[in-house]
C-alpha cells in the first residue's frame, strides 16, 4: 500500500471515528444513566430508530434541524418512559420488555416514516476544525458533528453529577441497593423510570445524529444493531460516562473501516468489514465476562452482568 | 377471593387473548389516527388471512417457519435463557442449504433433500449453541451475543451471496445458483384446496409436537426445565446444566436453521436478500406469546402468519404502509408482557362491587 493511501486511510478511519462514534456515545451515555439505576434498556435500539425518524420528520416540517434533535430526544424519551413503566409492572422482565421496544420503535419508525424516504432535511452543521490545514483531507476529516461537542459535555455532566449530586447518587443508590433506596424514603421504581426516561431521551439525540448529520437521510436500514452494540459498549466501559466517549470512538473507527476502505477504492469485503463493529463487541464482551464474578463496576442491582 | 383449580387453566388462555385484544384495539386506534377506518382495517386483517383459500394458502406457507423461528426461542427459554439469534440462524441456514450442492453437485433425490435440509439445521444449531456456550463458559449475556452473532451471519450471507456464491446469472438480484429440481420441496398436494402449501408446515407442526412431547415426556426435558426453573436447584441436584442449556440453544437454533432451508428449498429455491424479512424476530413474538410452550405455537405462528399474509391487503385496500404489520406485532408483545403482570391476579382483582342496599334498621330499630 503506498504511503500517502494509508495516510489517506487514516485520516478517513480518524473522520470516521467521530462520525460514525457520535450516535454510539449517545446510546451509550443514555444505557449508561439507565443501568446505574438498576435496569436495562435493549430497547434502545427501537428508541435509536424511532428517534431517527423523528428528528428527520420534525427538522422536514419544522425548516430547523435543531427543533428536529428536540423532538428526537423527547420522541426516544417517549418511547423510553414506556419501558420505564412496563418494567415498574410486577414479573415483567427488563431483557423481554427491551426486545418488545426494539420490534414496536422500528415498526413505528417504518410505518411513520414511510413518506421520509424521498425528502431532504435540513442538516445539523458540522464544526470545520480543521480550517487551519490546507489538505482538503483534513479539513473533511475534522469537519465534526456539532452534536459531538455536546455529547461530550454530556459525558462530563453525567460523570460529575453521578459522583457529586445528590440525584446522582440517588440513582446510583437505586442500582446498587433497592433495599437501601427504600429504606430511605426514595420509590425505586420512580426512580428507575426517571433515568430510563432520561437516558431515552440522551439515546434519542443519538438517533438524530443518525437521520440529521450522518448519514443524513432517513430509511429503513438506517440503523441495524447500533443501539445494541451501544448497549454492549457500557458494558466494556464498565459504567463510567469518560470511557463510554472513549468506547464510542473506538467502536465509531471500527465502523468506519468498511466505508472508509470504500472511499479509498477497496470494495472487496464490504459486508464483511461492516461486521467489524459486531465481532469486536462480541470479543470484547467475551474477554471482558466472566461467569465467576460480576464485572467490576456493574451496578449491583443489574441483572445483564451476572 | 379463593383461587379456584380452574382459574390457572382460564388465566392462561384470558391473558393472551385479552393481549391481542387490546393489541388490535391499539393498532385501530392508530389506523384511526392516520385517517383510515378501523373496523375495515380488522374486517381486512381478518379476511385477508382467514378469509377464503388464497388467503389460508398464504397464511400457512407463512405460519411454517415461523414455528420453527418460535423452537428457536422457545428452547432456550425453557433452559431460562433469552436467545433472539433466530434470524441469523435462518440466514445462515439457507445459506448452509443452498451452498451445499457447491460442495456436492451430484446431490440428488430425497437422500439429497435430507442432507441439504441437514446442512442449514447444523449451521443455525452451531450459531445459537455458540451463544449459549458463551453465556455458561464465559459469562456472555446471551440476549445480547445472540443478537450481535445474528447481525454477523447477515453479513456473512450477503457476503457469500453477493461474492464467492454468487451466480453469474443473477444480475439485478444476488443470488447463489438455484437448487436442482430433485432437491426442492414440493407442495404437499398440489390439486386440492391446499395448492402451493408445502412440507415445510408438516416439518413445522411435527417438530413443535416433538419439542412438546422432549420438555414433557422425557427425563432430559424435565431437567431442561429444571435448569430454566432453577439453575442452582439443578447445580445442587447434579445434573449437567451446561451441557442441556448448550443442548438447548443447539435444538433451537437447528430448529430456526431448519425454517431458512426449508425456505430456500420450498419457496425461493435459491439463497437471496429476500430471506431477510424479519421471519426471526417475528418468531420471538410467536414464542413470547405461547409462553414458550411448544404446543401452543402451532397456533400463534397461524394467527401471526394470517396478520403478515392479510399486511399486503392492507396495503392495497386501505394504502397503508407495509410496516403496519410490524406495528401490530410491536403492540402485540408489549400488552402479551404488560398482560404477564397480571398472571396469577386476575381473578383476584378488586372488580367494583354492587351491593344491594339492605335495611339496616326499621323505625329506629336494629333489623
Known amino acids: ?306 | 377471593m379463593v383461587a379456584r383449580s380452574w382459574h390457572g387453566p382460564a388465566e392462561a388462555l384470558l391473558l393472551p387473548l385479552g393481549a391481542l385484544a387490546a393489541a388490535l384495539l391499539a393498532f385501530g386506534l392508530f389506523v384511526w389516527f392516520g385517517g383510515s377506518s378501523p373496523v375495515e382495517a380488522w374486517t381486512l386483517l381478518f379476511r385477508g388471512a382467514f378469509g377464503d383459500a388464497f388467503g389460508w394458502q398464504n397464511t400457512l406457507q407463512r405460519a411454517a417457519p415461523l414455528m420453527l423461528t418460535a423452537l428457536a426461542v422457545a428452547l432456550p427459554a425453557r433452559a431460562g435463557l433469552t436467545v433472539i439469534g433466530g434470524e441469523g440462524a435462518l440466514v445462515l441456514g439457507a445459506l448452509g442449504c443452498a451452498a451445499l450442492p457447491y460442495a456436492l453437485p451430484g446431490l440428488a433425490g430425497t437422500g439429497g433433500q435430507g442432507l441439504v435440509l441437514a446442512a442449514g439445521a447444523l449451521l443455525g444449531a452451531a450459531w445459537v449453541a455458540l451463544a449459549g456456550a458463551l453465556r455458561q463458559w464465559r459469562g456472555v449475556n446471551e440476549t445480547i451475543s445472540s443478537l450481535l452473532l445474528g447481525y454477523i451471519a447477515v453479513a456473512l450471507f450477503k457476503h457469500v451471496v453477493e461474492g464467492p456464491l454468487r451466480d453469474p446469472a443473477s444480475l439485478n438480484k444476488p443470488s447463489t445458483r438455484p437448487l436442482a429440481e430433485s432437491l426442492r420441496i414440493g407442495p404437499i398436494s398440489p390439486d386440492s384446496l391446499l395448492g402451493d402449501v408445502h412440507w415445510g408446515l408438516v416439518i413445522g407442526l411435527l417438530l413443535c409436537l416433538a419439542a412438546g412431547l422432549w420438555l414433557s415426556f422425557t427425563a432430559s426435558g424435565f431437567a431442561l426445565r429444571v435448569v430454566g426453573g432453577n439453575a442452582r436447584a439443578a447445580r445442587l441436584v447434579g445434573l449437567p446444566s451446561d451441557r442441556l442449556v448448550v443442548l438447548a440453544c443447539a435444538l433451537g437454533g437447528g430448529c430456526a436453521g431448519l425454517a431458512g432451508a426449508v425456505e430456500v428449498a420450498a419457496v425461493h429455491t435459491a439463497a437471496n436478500a429476500s430471506l431477510i424479512a424479519g421471519l426471526g424476530y417475528t418468531g420471538i413474538l410467536v414464542s413470547f406469546v405461547a409462553r414458550h410452550d411448544p404446543w401452543a405455537i402451532p397456533p400463534v405462528a397461524l394467527l401471526f402468519g394470517g396478520f403478515a399474509a392479510a399486511g399486503s391487503l392492507l396495503q392495497r385496500r386501505l394504502g397503508l404502509p407495509d410496516a403496519s404489520v410490524l406495528v401490530l406485532q410491536g403492540f402485540a408483545f408489549v400488552f402479551i408482557l404488560a398482560a404477564e403482570a397480571l398472571r396469577g391476579r386476575l381473578f383476584q382483582l378488586d372488580m367494583p362491587t354492587f351491593i344491594k342496599p339492605r335495611l339496616v334498621a326499621v323505625a329506629g330499630r336494629a333489623v
Not at chain 1, 434502545?44 to 430508530?49: D, I, Q, S
Not at chain 1, 419501558?83 to 415483567?92: D, F, I, Q, T, Y
Not at chain 1, 413505528?108 to 489538505?135: M, R, V
Not at chain 1, 433495599?179 to 439525540?205: C, E, K, P, Y
Request: hydrophobic residues 50%.
Open chain 1, 1 to 306: 500500500m503506498a504511503p500517502e493511501l494509508g495516510f489517506d486511510l487514516l485520516l478517513a478511519i480518524i473522520g470516521g471515528a467521530v462520525r460514525v462514534g457520535t450516535p454510539f456515545l449517545f446510546v451509550s451515555l443514555g444505557e449508561c444513566l439507565t443501568e446505574k439505576s438498576g435496569r436495562i434498556n435493549l430497547g434502545l435500539e427501537g428508541v435509536l430508530v424511532f428517534s431517527a425518524m423523528a428528528g428527520f420528520g420534525g427538522a422536514y416540517l419544522s425548516g430547523s434541524a435543531w427543533l428536529g434533535v428536540l423532538l428526537a430526544g423527547c420522541s426516544g424519551a417517549a418511547l423510553a418512559l414506556l419501558h420505564g413503566l412496563l418494567c415498574s409492572l410486577p414479573r415483567v422482565s427488563d431483557i423481554a420488555t427491551g426486545i418488545a421496544l426494539m420490534l414496536l420503535g422500528a415498526g413505528l419508525a417504518f410505518y411513520l416514516g414511510k413518506p421520509l424516504i424521498q425528502p431532504q432535511a435540513p442538516q445539523i452543521p458540522s464544526l470545520a476544525l480543521g480550517a487551519w490545514s490546507s489538505s482538503p483531507g483534513v479539513q473533511s476529516a475534522l469537519a465534526i458533528n456539532a452534536l459531538f461537542p455536546i455529547g461530550v459535555a454530556l459525558a462530563g455532566l453525567l460523570a460529575w453529577g453521578l459522583a457529586n449530586t445528590r440525584w446522582g447518587l440517588v440513582v446510583r443508590m437505586a442500582g446498587d441497593s433497592s433495599d437501601a433506596a427504600r429504606a430511605l424514603g426514595h420509590s425505586v421504581n420512580g426512580v428507575r423510570i426517571a433515568a430510563t426516561t432520561a437516558g431515552g431521551f440522551i439515546a434519542g439525540l443519538g438517533g438524530a445524529s443518525l437521520s440529521l448529520y450522518y448519514p443524513g437521510s432517513w430509511n429503513e436500514g438506517l440503523s441495524s444493531g447500533q443501539g445494541l452494540i451501544a448497549v454492549a459498549l457500557v458494558i466494556f466501559a464498565r459504567w463510567r460516562p469518560w470511557r463510554c466517549l472513549g468506547a464510542a470512538l473506538l467502536f465509531g473507527g471500527a465502523g468506519a473501516i468498511g466505508p472508509a476502505l470504500q472511499s479509498v477504492g477497496i470494495s472487496g469485503g464490504y459486508y464483511l468489514f461492516n461486521a467489524v463493529p459486531y465481532v469486536l463487541t462480541l470479543a470484547i464482551l467475551v474477554a471482558t465476562c466472566s461467569p465467576q464474578r460480576q464485572v467490576k463496576g456493574a451496578p449491583m442491582e443489574l441483572g445483564v452482568s451476572r
